[in-house]
């Protein structure tokens, strides 16, 4: 059973910057397709972005395009996704999640890789607020 680890949440300002971190406890995040999602309070989760499993695609909701990036360091099992010029409506939990799906987030698969449906693997998320 895998198990993701989020890090990386905290309280920023407006306009601001963070990177929130995904790792396995084993070790084996390079082995999946990795996608992160949110959840702000009385909202469905939503995705955010995705990454296939050798980083060589990735994917954008509207709502970040332009302002967020994904990425992975298989060297240390870990994927990334950097967040800049932060907005209040940003604030929610984050969430990673990883599938094995060859396919994830490359486009081929037929689906939209950033519905949660998508995904096996789900971590415990980690607090983003974004407020002055």
């Known amino acids: 059973q895998l198990q993701l680890v989020e890090s990386g949440g905290d309280l920023v300002q407006p306009g601001g910057s963070l990177t929130l971190s995904c790792a396995a406890s084993?070790?084996?995040?390079?082995?999946?397709?990795v996608g992160w999602f949110r959840q702000a309070p009385g909202k469905d989760r939503e995705g955010v972005s995705c990454?296939?499993?050798?980083?060589?695609?990735?994917d954008y909701s509207y709502s970040v395009r332009g302002r967020f990036t994904i990425y992975r360091d298989n060297a240390n099992h870990t994927v990334y996704l950097e967040m800049n010029n932060l907005k209040p409506e940003d604030t929610a939990i984050y969430y990673c999640?990883?599938?094995?799906?060859?396919?994830?987030?490359?486009?081929?698969?037929?689906?939209?890789?950033?519905?949660?449906?998508?995904?096996?693997?789900w971590g415990q998320g980690t607090q983003v607020t974004v407020s002055s």
């Open positions: 999640a990883a599938d094995q799906k060859l396919s994830l987030c490359t486009g081929y698969g037929g689906y939209d890789s950033l519905r949660t449906n998508v995904y096996t693997y």
């Open positions: 084993d070790g084996t995040l390079d082995s999946y397709g």
């Open positions: 990454v296939s499993k050798r980083g060589g695609y990735s």
